[in-house]
């Protein structure tokens, strides 16, 4: 058996719509060498695999070599953990089922195991995070869209067919719910998003006339970041939309607590850095909805990964859980 | 370490807010003895304990006595499987914690563990039941409330304090929701139980005066077997009641399939034998409420245990589950 203190490193990539970020983490989570590329611009997943070893090779030779890696590990949307393919991710150039893992395995000969964004992220947390030495937690990440990754007794959930944790797609509002980007109606992706959110700024803005500084900014160009600035110089309308989005988001907590009786539930992203605009309504909604017994157990924290850093460092934190087969 | 061979049977002890139920189990799930006592009229549980104790002895004693006996499992309702005990059960007399598990271990010397009674019913179903060789996949027992038992990667879901897997109380109307038992307001509970589908009959019979069998029935008398029976015989309104019901129950489903992704969703208790009038608009609810990559994947199966065995056997099969520490 092969001790980490021999292949002291990982190596974690994380693929995105845009970029492709990667870099060379050790057990610390420190990152010692990264380095990206476009995602979009090679025409097939062989041209974009090579494209991204080209890059990768000299960071793995300037930290010692392929021998000191002990392995890959692969964020993507609609990553599966058990086949290491991505399958029919909508916001990709390849389509159909890809064999990611499989293809760096055969250019680099490292082990290399691949998840989606979300689950990544909860490894992440729990290997370097706020997650560290917690068995039971759910991972929640407020992006564009909403992701999640669920951790229960020590190991992440990914199901019967490697894709479980979809939380975002749980529907939230039955009756007038929001067109989803999924094709339902109602999902919590659809309010508790950085999409979500501005939605929710424009339908607030066309519901009634009061001032707001939101009102300076077109309609179709706000964004959340824009509504976290306005309810900093204490706009009512901007605190409006996040007591409603904290509101549901709440609501939505108290559902997720009842399934897996979690320690903690851990926020990521733009949305979960919005201070008490956003906890105070939310752990309000949490409180008001949550059943007796779960009354005041799981903790709601925030992500203690650096954001820049986070997406690296969650697919890197896989590669530390692939076993040894010498 | 002690095998099977030498200690080839368990015990399981179901206690219901009425009876409690116990008996000597073998490793295909044979009842060999069983017996019962009244649950109620025992003043203190220590009374209780040793009222069952003194029913169970003999039938052990007939099957060769203690050194026979594997383990000791216990079914009961808010049972906590980390501590042995039952906490706040509001169907019980004996109020506060009561160190259960404790107490049997005491008096007969045997390895005693314990868990709410829908976490022994998947328990008993993975191990003699329709979900043998499953992984994954969530029980759901339908009777005078709506309880889960959730398994994951093989082990069953406590959650970070022992009570996971909540799903009746799973809010599915979130707009003027029923009043729950729990009381909050529009859990799958009120809607999917025996007494919800009894709440709706009496709902939709006064919302309208179309002729129905059920109408033969004092409105507050009504079970949910009469709306099962009423079905059978073409009672349109009984079938609209199944509809409802499935409905929701299906869309309720499709969430939880978000969540775990499970194998199969395992469905036990009075409702579940309603046949096609509820499985067809759960179906139906729940192929329309699936997110896209779930669809078709998960099978809705219905318990292969029979009724009076099941909670006997649900909680014989925990105490196969212990850990020898010989």
């Known amino acids: 058996m092969t001790s980490n203190m021999e292949k002291p490193y990982v190596v974690g990539i994380d693929i995105g719509g845009t970029n492709t970020v990667f870099g060379i983490v050790d057990a610390r989570g420190t990152i010692l060498a990264s380095d990206s590329i476009k995602t979009q611009i090679h025409a097939t997943a062989d041209k974009y695999v090579d494209a991204v070893c080209e890059r990768l090779l000299p960071l793995i030779q300037s930290q010692g070599g392929i021998e000191k890696i002990k392995g890959i590990g692969v964020g993507a949307p609609n990553g599966n953990y058990y086949s290491g393919t991505i399958e029919f991710a909508p916001n990709l150039p390849w389509k159909g089922v890809i064999s990611l893992a499989a293809m760096f395995e055969e ?25 560290r030495g917690m068995k039971d937690f759910i991972m929640i990440t407020l992006g564009t869209g909403v992701g999640s990754g669920i951790v229960i007794n020590g190991q992440l959930v990914y199901g019967h067919d490697g894709f479980a944790g979809e939380l975002g797609h749980v529907v939230v509002r039955r009756e007038n719910g929001r067109m989803c980007g999924c094709g339902r109606k109602g999902c919590l992706e659809a309010y508790c998003s950085a999409t979500g959110v501005a939605r929710t700024a424009r339908e607030m803005l066309q519901a009634n006339s009061d001032a707001s500084l939101l009102r300076d900014i077109p309609a179709e160009s706000i964004m959340s970041k824009d509504v976290y600035d306005a309810a900093v110089k204490g706009d009512k309308l901007a605190r409006e939309i996040f007591n409603f989005t904290g509101e549901i988001l709440g609501e939505a907590l108290a559902d997720f607590i009842a399934f897996s009786s979690p320690e903690a539930i851990i926020l990521f992203g733009g949305l979960a850095k919005s201070g008490d605009y956003i906890m105070n309504p939310l752990k309000k909604a949490l409180d008001e909805n949550i059943l007796n017994i779960f009354k005041g157990k799981a903790k709601i924290l925030i992500s203690e990964l650096k954001d820049s850093d986070a997406a690296v460092l969650g697919a890197s934190a896989l590669a530390w859980e692939i076993k040894d087969l010498s």
């Open 107 to 131: 250019r680099l000969s490292i082990p290399t195991v691949l998840t989606n964004d979300a689950n990544a992220a909860a490894i992440g947390e729990m290997t370097y995070g706020a997650a």
